[in-house]
């Protein structure tokens, strides 16, 4: 056997050459069960078995209360949107607080208050933290402070292979491993012997699958699962060979699913499709989907975008557009991914509307990534609204940006906000050369600073501590 097996709990699911970072998360969920909570960092690249990893601990460990959340690659993330799932799974006061609209300094201490209430072991999973929005990474931060006094184990999972030099996840990290509670793990690929195990009865030859996968275990088994006689050139030619077998109207649903995202609504997928149960099933025994026990979901997110990819760009936008409407009429209330929709179906209207709020309510929450990211979004399209609202468009994002500390970035917004305010008051004051003074408009901001004195020196002192809401 390569390196030990870990099939014990499911043989239906062979995990390969992990059995020595099953041995150690299993003995840091001891100590935090013991009272001295873990937080355990999971790092690999895409598709390395991060998630199969924290599932085959999850098969091992029923007695604990378990309450996993993702962030989603998609579109620009809702904020604090891994707290929102963790809170409709655990209620009670966090459930609450979020259904009232609370700040997240409130939010994060009442996750912390509800964490080993009840004499098990609480784990909380976070998934994909690559993707995570600002207030998700300081929300890490606080518990990764905190969790040494608390029966739980949190468990953050991220690719490590796509981490640009300045990626916010990188200081985040850089804090959490000085925490006493923080563990890490990181996953490397499959040896050749390991993939020999899982080509056995192929008929591939092991070399030169390792050869096209580097061992990856997501590759590896699609090229088996995909069932093709020669290792195929590609895997995503694996991935395509697998959808490529399915009859029109179902291959238009997977399509409509790839484009919905990560998480599939099997209620939302037939809205959009017309598909029908026994159509899903078909999907489902293609491997490509699976289904968690509420939604659907891509096996993998690497298929999801070799489908989403593959979707002719004219087709996209009507099935965005179907999306948004169905979206809608269940009382959607994430606006991040209804922008996301609305721009992708062209609904100039519905994009302008959702990304505004996407960007109030990330600016509530001091995601100033994501706030920046909706200003962005709303303003591409505000060509239609009056030059006070837009000029408020930029006063937003000038602030976020200067909150992100991209001062020339920033001092243009500004800028933009300026001139569309003298553009709303050039009736008042025709003849003269130049405005008058603007109340309302970039008066207390940092974007006003940037403005007035320059980005290097005023804007500077005006960044507050992103986190220090949260100590
Ligand atoms: N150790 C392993 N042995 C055999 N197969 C594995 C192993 N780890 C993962 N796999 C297979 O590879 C697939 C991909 O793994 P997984 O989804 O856990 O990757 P991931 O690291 O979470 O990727 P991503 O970063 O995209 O989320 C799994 O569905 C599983 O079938
Ligand atoms: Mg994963």
């Known amino acids: 056997m390569a390196g030990g097996e870990s099939e014990?709990?499911?043989?239906?699911?062979?995990?390969?050459?992990?059995?020595?970072?099953?041995?150690?998360?299993?003995?840091?969920?001891?100590?935090?069960q013991a009272g001295d909570g873990r937080l355990v960092?999971?790092?690999?690249?895409?598709?390395?078995?991060?998630?199969?990893?924290?599932?085959?601990?999850?098969?091992?460990?029923?007695?604990?209360?378990?309450?996993?959340?993702?962030?989603?690659?998609?579109?620009?993330?809702?904020?604090?949107?891994?707290?929102?799932?963790?809170?409709?799974?655990?209620g009670g006061g966090l459930r609450d607080q979020c259904n009232a609209g609370a700040g997240r300094a409130e939010l994060f201490r009442a996750l912390l208050h509800q964490l080993g209430l009840r004499g098990v072991l609480d784990v909380l999973v976070v998934e994909d933290v690559h993707w995570a929005d600002e207030a998700t990474l300081d929300l890490l931060r606080y518990l990764g402070r905190r969790l040494h006094r608390v029966r739980a184990l949190l468990i953050a999972t991220y690719r490590d292979d796509s981490l640009a030099a300045d990626?916010?996840?990188?200081?985040?990290?850089?804090?959490?491993?000085?925490?006493?509670?923080?563990?890490?793990?990181?996953?490397?690929?499959?040896?050749?012997?390991?993939?020999?195990?899982?080509?056995?009865?192929?008929?591939?030859?092991p070399a030169a699958l390792h050869r096209l996968t580097g061992g990856n275990p997501f590759y590896v088994t699609e090229v088996l699962q995909a069932g093709t006689a020669a290792v195929p050139v590609s895997a995503r030619d694996a991935t395509l060979a697998r959808a490529a077998g399915l009859p029109g109207e179902l291959r238009a649903t997977l399509d409509a699913a790839a484009l919905i995202g990560n998480r599939v609504e099997p209620g939302l997928l037939a809205t959009v499709t017309g598909c029908s149960p026994a159509g899903i099933d078909r999907l489902l025994a293609t491997g490509l989907l699976v289904d968690d026990?509420?939604?659907?979901?891509?096996?993998?997110e690497i298929a999801?975008?070799?489908?989403?990819?593959?979707?002719?760009?004219?087709?996209?936008?009507?099935?965005?557009?179907?999306?948004?409407?169905?979206?809608?009429?269940?009382?959607?209330?994430?606006?991040?991914?209804?922008?996301?929709?609305?721009?992708?179906?062209?609904?100039?209207?519905a994009a302008l509307r959702h990304a505004r709020s996407a960007a109030r309510r990330a600016v509530g929450l001091a995601s100033h990534r994501e706030a920046a990211a909706q200003f962005q979004r709303a303003l591409r399209f505000a060509g239609g609204v009056g030059t006070?609202?837009?000029?408020?468009?930029?006063?937003?994002?000038?602030?976020?940006?200067?909150?992100?500390e991209r001062y020339e970035a920033a001092a243009d917004a500004a800028e933009r906000a300026l001139s569309s305010n003298r553009s709303a008051r050039a009736p008042s004051w025709p003849g003269r050369t130049r405005p008058p003074p603007i109340s309302g408009c970039c008066t207390t901001s940092p974007a006003r600073s940037i403005w007035h004195d320059g980005p290097r020196t005023s804007a500077t002192a005006s960044v507050p501590a992103t986190s220090s809401a949260t100590r």
């Open 41 to 90: 960092l999971v790092a690999g690249e895409a598709g390395v078995g991060k998630s199969a990893l924290v599932e085959r601990l999850r098969a091992g460990r029923t007695a604990d209360r378990w309450t996993v959340s993702a962030c989603d690659g998609l579109f620009t993330p809702r904020p604090l949107g891994p707290l929102f799932d963790i809170a409709d799974q655990v």
């Open 388 to 404: 006070i609202e837009r000029a408020e468009l930029y006063e937003g994002l000038a602030a976020e940006l200067s909150l992100l």
């Open 167 to 205: 990626d916010p996840l990188r200081i985040v990290l850089g804090d959490l491993v000085r925490q006493r509670a923080t563990r890490q793990v990181t996953l490397e690929p499959l040896s050749v012997a390991a993939v020999r195990e899982l080509a056995a009865g192929s008929g591939l030859d």
């Open 293 to 300: 026990g509420s939604d659907l979901r891509f096996r993998h």
């Open 8 to 32: 014990r709990d499911d043989p239906a699911v062979r995990l390969l050459e992990r059995d020595s970072c099953l041995a150690s998360v299993g003995g840091w969920a001891a100590e935090a």
């Open 304 to 349: 999801r975008l070799v489908v989403q990819d593959a979707v002719a760009a004219h087709r996209g936008t009507g099935v965005h557009r179907r999306i948004l409407a169905a979206l809608r009429d269940v009382g959607c209330d994430d606006d991040s991914r209804m922008a996301f929709h609305a721009e992708a179906a062209g609904d100039a209207a």
